[in-house]
């Protein structure tokens, strides 16, 4: 088989690697895009674009069931499912045009298939209407992302639990959601399906919600959220696992307290992420990995830096701040029993910021026809200058 050349190859339709890739081919460089799935990368098709939309229409129900509260009369709620995910797979549909429009007018190939190194530089694609192409480039970029782990918990596979890609493709309301992990998957997923009427139960082994968060933003978040109803078990082990997602599941758990069983409908594994760097074969690359499969460069400057310098490129976790953070009572000069009243009459809805120019330019610009909120509100929001679905 020839191998074809190229000046640039980017691995993984990532975050950073699309940018990189569609500015490469503007500059004049012969560059392709390597996908296996995802046109865009996970981030508007199965993560941060279609949670966020989804939200959003948890975010209605809950006004509406409140909208007494603020004056308006509302009859009964009910929620159709099916209608919130055509709105997500609409918007997810519209976010994939708008990147193929990117890889035509920026002259970027995307290639479609696995692909995995078989060399210094060159990769093998195994495309997926069939064939096979070997790439060669002076410079070759990793975006190749992560997916969400599976806690090593007996039984806890067979259950099949859903993970954050179907969770977000359901068209029902689970009964009692039994979340793994307290972090912002776990918790923005929680909040929502909370608004659209499912019980739900939150375990984290660590002590607090969101590790990487400041404890006072974790604590309010924790106190915002079960103010909704949302059940937490902090500090705690999943012992074992029994049943079958989708239909009536129950997880062994212990805490400080003892050990206890839930018995819920669904479970939600939402405890950390692994990158996808087996089976790429970075060793025929000539890259080593540390034990947790990232490259050390990645370790040293974190996410946002790796892709700005465009170094080789295996992303963790994006930045995560709670936008709550910037609303809480406490920063608005509230204390103590006015906090929950506060937060009831704010509306907080839980979403991770994107840090980066890119998520800013999506909510400017397209925002309103994406159906996508603004992740954090402004001071101009809080004025009551602008409505969310203005931005
Ligand atoms: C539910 C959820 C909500 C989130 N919300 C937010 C948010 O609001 N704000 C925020 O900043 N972040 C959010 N994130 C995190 C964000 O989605 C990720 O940090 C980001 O998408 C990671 O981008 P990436 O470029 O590293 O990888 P990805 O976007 O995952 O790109 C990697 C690509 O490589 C492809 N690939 C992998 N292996 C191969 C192979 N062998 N051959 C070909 N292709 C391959 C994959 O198919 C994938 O498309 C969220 C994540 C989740 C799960």
């Given at each position: 088989m020839d191998t074809e050349r190229f000046e640039a190859l980017v691995f993984g339709n990532g975050t950073g690697g699309k940018l990189l890739a569609w500015h490469l081919a503007r500059s004049g460089k012969r560059t392709a895009v390597v996908e296996r799935r995802w046109i865009g990368g996970s981030c508007p098709n199965v993560a941060c674009l279609p949670s966020k939309n989804e939200i959003w229409s948890a975010n209605v129900a809950h006004l509406v069931r409140h909208a007494a509260e603020f004056g308006t009369r509302t009859g009964p709620v009910s929620i159709d499912m099916a209608v919130v995910r055509q709105r997500k797979r609409s918007m997810v549909e519209g976010e994939i045009a708008v990147h193929m429009q990117h890889f035509q007018t920026s002259g970027a190939e995307l290639i479609l298939g696995?692909?995995?190194f078989v060399g210094?530089?060159?990769?093998?694609?195994?495309?997926?209407?069939?064939?096979?192409?070997?790439?060669?480039?002076d410079q070759v970029f990793i975006n190749v992302g992560t997916h969400a782990a599976l806690p090593a918990v007996p039984g806890?596979?067979?259950?099949?639990?859903?993970?954050?890609?179907?969770?977000?493709?359901?068209?029902?309301?689970?009964?009692?959601?039994?979340?793994?992990?307290?972090?912002?998957?776990?918790?923005?997923?929680?909040?929502?399906?909370?608004?659209?009427?499912?019980?739900?139960?939150?375990?984290?082994r660590g002590p607090a919600l969101m590790g990487r968060e400041d404890p006072d933003v974790a604590d309010?978040?924790?106190?915002?959220?079960?103010?909704?109803?949302?059940?937490?078990?902090?500090?705690?082990?999943?012992?074992?696992?029994?049943?079958?997602?989708?239909?009536?599941?129950?997880?062994?758990?212990?805490?400080?307290?003892?050990?206890?069983?839930?018995?819920?409908?669904?479970?939600?594994?939402?405890?950390?992420?692994?990158?996808?760097?087996?089976?790429?074969?970075?060793?025929?690359?000539?890259?080593?990995?540390?034990?947790?499969?990232?490259?050390?460069?990645?370790?040293?400057?974190?996410?946002?830096?790796?892709?700005?310098?465009?170094?080789?490129?295996?992303?963790?976790?994006?930045t995560v701040h709670a936008c709550l953070g910037r609303r809480l009572p406490h920063h608005s000069g509230q204390s103590g029993g006015g906090r929950a009243q506060h937060a009831r009459s704010h509306d907080p809805v839980l979403y991770v910021h994107r840090s980066t120019a890119r998520a800013r330019g999506i909510e400017r610009t397209r925002g309103r026809a994406a159906g996508y909120p603004r992740p954090c509100r402004t001071a101009a929001d809080e004025r009551g200058a602008a409505h969310p679905h203005d931005g």
């Open positions: 696995v692909g995995r210094p530089r060159t990769l093998e694609v195994k495309l997926n209407d069939g064939g096979t192409r070997l790439l060669a480039a806890l596979a067979d259950t099949q639990p859903l993970t954050h890609i179907e969770a977000l493709e359901l068209d029902r309301v689970p009964r009692h959601l039994i979340v793994l992990g307290g972090g912002y998957v776990g918790l923005e997923l929680g909040q929502a399906y909370r608004r659209f009427g499912s019980r739900i139960t939150v375990i984290e309010e978040v924790r106190r915002i959220l079960a103010e909704e109803g949302i059940e937490f078990l902090l500090a705690a082990e999943v012992l074992r696992a029994h049943g079958r997602s989708g239909d009536a599941v129950s997880v062994v758990v212990r805490t400080a307290s003892g050990e206890q069983t839930l018995e819920g409908s669904d479970i939600l594994a939402a405890a950390g992420r692994i990158p996808n760097t087996t089976g790429i074969g970075l060793e025929e690359a000539g890259i080593e990995l540390d034990e947790r499969g990232l490259h050390p460069h990645e370790r040293a400057v974190g996410n946002d830096r790796a892709a700005g310098l465009g170094r080789r490129r295996v992303r963790r976790q994006p």
